[in-house]
Nanobody, 124 residues
């Protein structure tokens, strides 16, 4: 059974930090790019960050560049998103998703598998 399970979402004050984790199972982790996406209330889902261990590549949306860091632990089949200097506009449900195509992650289309999301709320 393919599963992606997010954890780490919480309520935090502006300027604070959170670390999200995505635990993957049921597929060959090393063959996939893993991305983080988010959906704020009343807005479309948007791409946040992607990582591909096999390609040695990372991607960050301009809105989070310099504040968020994505990393992977292939031995544990997990991907983390370290979020620093959080802003109220970062408030959203954060999802992780997997694809075999790097361009799908960066371009936010054709993701194969999705997690159920974890809520991040940043107060001012």
């Amino acid at each position: 059974e393919v599963q992606l399970v997010e954890s780490g979402g919480d309520l935090v004050q502006a300027g604070g930090s959170l670390r999200l984790s995505c635990a993957a199972s049921g597929f060959t982790f090393d063959d996939y790019a893993i991305g983080w996406f988010r959906q704020a209330p009343g807005k479309e889902r948007e791409g946040v960050s992607c990582i591909s261990s096999s390609a040695g590549s990372t991607y960050y949306a301009d809105s989070v560049k310099g504040r968020f860091t994505i990393s992977s632990d292939n031995a544990k089949n997990t991907v983390a998103l370290q979020m620093n200097s959080l802003k109220p506009e970062d408030t959203a449900v954060y999802y992780c998703a997997a694809t075999t195509l790097w361009r799908s992650c960066v371009g936010y289309y054709g993701m194969n598998y999705w997690g159920k999301g974890t809520l991040v709320t940043v107060s001012s």
